[in-house]
């Protein structure tokens, strides 16, 4: 049987066994929310030896050339020497600058990191807090904003992150681990292509960054942004105030599922070349890109990002 080695344990496990299961199984409480490559909160480095890895695309090229590896993607195939991510050594702390709470459920949260860290709209960052419990988030800040990298934490539901969340404070630090890329981005050649943006919950967090982005390199053709909440839409103010400044920007905020269904029945396109990001957990994200390929949007013009959690956790 293949022998793995931790951090110094040696111990060995039946070929084929999941190399996430079978760490955590031995006690190092490798952290995940996903299991499908997405989340990359599972990150190991690989020192000797090579799992068998189910989605290598999942990480970046330079990345993978240093030895990491999702532990969720990988089975044990022969001895493995692997060493478990280390925030406090890997990750680049962050300070927290500003909390708000936004409907009283939704945390939105201002960090500001001790060293510079390049982005772009609609990426996730791993947020490491101290307890070593890590769970991704979308940006919904802007390169070269003053407030830093913004996060919008849904705390509507007990979870470990979530939890813990709701006690920062001003001055308080948590860690940032890897960027990587959502499925949600901005091309500046579509300026003259109308945008569909669909959002529930805080699926609305990359699209405020994307939508801000997008007028910011003055975007000419129209916009509508629809949110999808169970109650208040959380940013209905600040939505409201940026659509009255901009003309081309129409914004429609729905309550309940049944009026979801309702708004999703309703969805026409504006024209053939119109392009629709869509983001929020699966099952909306699901809904919503049937309704469109339905209304005939081909699929090449379809972006989304589906939030994907532990269903014990946020």
Known sequence: MPEITCNDRHWTVPAGRNLLDELNAAGFAVPFSCRAGSCQ???????????????PEALPATRRAQGWR???????VSDLHVATYDPAREAIPADVHAVEWLAGQVLRLQLIPQRPIRYRAGQHVLLWNAAGVARPYSLASLPGEDVGLELHIDCSR??????????LRPGDQLRLGALHEGGLYYEPDWQSRPLLMLAAGTGLAPLWGLLREALRQGHEAPIRLIHVASGESYLRAALERLAARHGT????????QASMEACL?????????????VCGREAFVEASSR???????PRGQLLS????SRHTDD
């Open 158 to 167: 007990p979870g470990a992150f979530a939890d813990s969340a709701r006690a």
């Open 305 to 308: 990002d589906t939030f994907v």
């Open 265 to 277: 029945r309703s969805l026409r396109l504006r024209s053939r070349q119109e392009v629709a990001l």
């Open 41 to 55: 909160a599972c990150l190991v480095r690989c020192i000797e030896g090579e799992p068998l890895d189910a989605r």
């Open 291 to 297: 309704r469109l390929f339905l209304a005939g949007l």
């Open 70 to 76: 999702l532990a969720c993607q990988c089975r044990i």
């Open 249 to 256: 920007l129409e914004v429609e905020l729905v309550q309940g």
